[in-house]
């Protein structure tokens, strides 16, 4: 291929990228990942599970399903409203047990009381940016390695699968916007590599993957990071409407 028609190829993606809507940008995304999708049965419980990014502020002593409380104001209840809205007669019962500043192994800390108790049947884990981010920044620097991150991400869902062997798995790639505030060249080559064992631990459970650097890198072609995030990792307005749009996408 010559120069200049790769160049005219290439400038036609971008073009038609930022065209795109939002729940469109979130399909492509999904498209590049695993294609997994759960279906929802009647009475099923549903858990968002992680760190800052789906604890979102959320009430921690509020614990009743569907609760906007208790849901936090982030992904988790963008996506968690739609689901209720469009499955009225599922009588689904939607919970958020996200945590900021968690890793896997404080995941696994609570994860008798923040999971297993409630016996979900679709459970959702969005978590990997502090076990790299924490690396840099905590004091004293968490110590950490992609290898704890994958061993402990393993553990974790090995347990989860001893106690709920039926449980619908979602797992969440975690992102970073390079150039926006708190993410600079530092945290490459290293933090892909996190990126991609979640996608391995997806593929090796059989989890559906939701692909949150594609959709992110897409609605870039849209808008610039600081339009999806004020930090380079925490979604503003637009970036909770575009990861919950992606998220829904691992919904059949």
């Given at each position: 291929?010559?120069?200049?028609?790769?160049?005219?190829?290439?400038?036609?993606?971008?073009?038609?990228?930022?065209?795109?809507?939002?729940?469109?940008?979130?399909?492509?995304?999904?498209?590049?990942?695993?294609?997994?999708?759960?279906?929802?049965?009647?009475?099923?419980?549903?858990l968002?599970?992680?760190?800052?990014?789906?604890?979102?502020g959320?009430?921690?002593?509020?614990?009743?399903?569907?609760?906007?409380?208790?849901?936090?104001?982030?992904?988790?209840?963008?996506?968690?409203?739609?689901?209720?809205?469009?499955?009225?007669?599922k009588?689904?019962?939607?919970?958020?047990?996200?945590?900021?500043?968690?890793?896997?192994?404080?995941?696994?800390?609570?994860?008798?009381?923040?999971?297993?108790?409630?016996?979900?049947?679709?459970?959702?884990?969005?978590?990997?940016?502090?076990?790299?981010?924490?690396?840099?920044?905590?004091?004293?620097?968490?110590?950490?390695?992609?290898?704890?991150y994958?061993?402990?991400?393993?553990?974790?869902?090995?347990?989860?699968?001893?106690?709920?062997?039926?449980?619908?798995?979602?797992?969440?790639?975690?992102?970073?916007?390079?150039?926006?505030?708190?993410?600079?060249?530092a945290?490459?080559?290293?933090?892909?590599?996190?990126?991609?064992?979640?996608?391995?631990?997806?593929?090796?459970?059989?989890?559906?993957?939701?692909?949150?650097?594609?959709?992110?890198?897409?609605?870039?072609?849209?808008?610039?990071?600081?339009?999806?995030?004020?930090?380079?990792?925490?979604?503003?307005?637009?970036?909770?409407?575009?990861?919950?749009?992606?998220?829904?996408?691992?919904?059949?």
């Amino acid at each position: 291929m010559n120069t200049s028609r790769r160049s005219f190829i290439t400038t036609a993606a971008i073009g038609t990228l930022a065209s795109l809507s939002i729940p469109e940008i979130a399909a492509a995304a999904f498209a590049e990942g695993n294609g997994k999708k759960i279906t929802l049965n009647n009475n099923d419980v549903v858990l968002f599970q992680g760190d800052s990014i789906t604890d979102s502020g959320r009430d921690k002593k509020s614990t009743a399903a569907n609760n906007v409380a208790c849901m936090g104001s982030g992904y988790a209840l963008v996506a968690g409203s739609t689901l209720l809205f469009n499955n009225p007669d599922k009588n689904l019962q939607i919970y958020n047990k996200g945590i900021s500043g968690n890793k896997v192994f404080q995941l696994a800390d609570r994860w008798d009381a923040d999971c297993l108790d409630l016996k979900p049947n679709v459970l959702s884990i969005f978590v990997g940016v502090n076990d790299y981010w924490h690396t840099l920044t905590a004091k004293p620097p968490y110590t950490g390695t992609i290898e704890t991150y994958r061993t402990d991400y393993k553990k974790l869902i090995d347990r989860t699968k001893q106690a709920l062997p039926d449980v619908k798995l979602i797992i969440c790639e975690p992102y970073a916007i390079n150039g926006v505030k708190s993410v600079t060249d530092a945290w490459y080559p290293k933090f892909p590599e996190f990126q991609v064992a979640a996608r391995e631990i997806a593929d090796q459970y059989g989890a559906a993957f939701v692909p949150f650097q594609s959709a992110v890198d897409k609605a870039m072609k849209k808008a610039p990071g600081a339009y999806w995030t004020g930090d380079g990792v925490h979604p503003n307005m637009a970036g909770i409407t575009l990861l919950a749009h992606t998220w829904l996408e691992a919904i059949k």
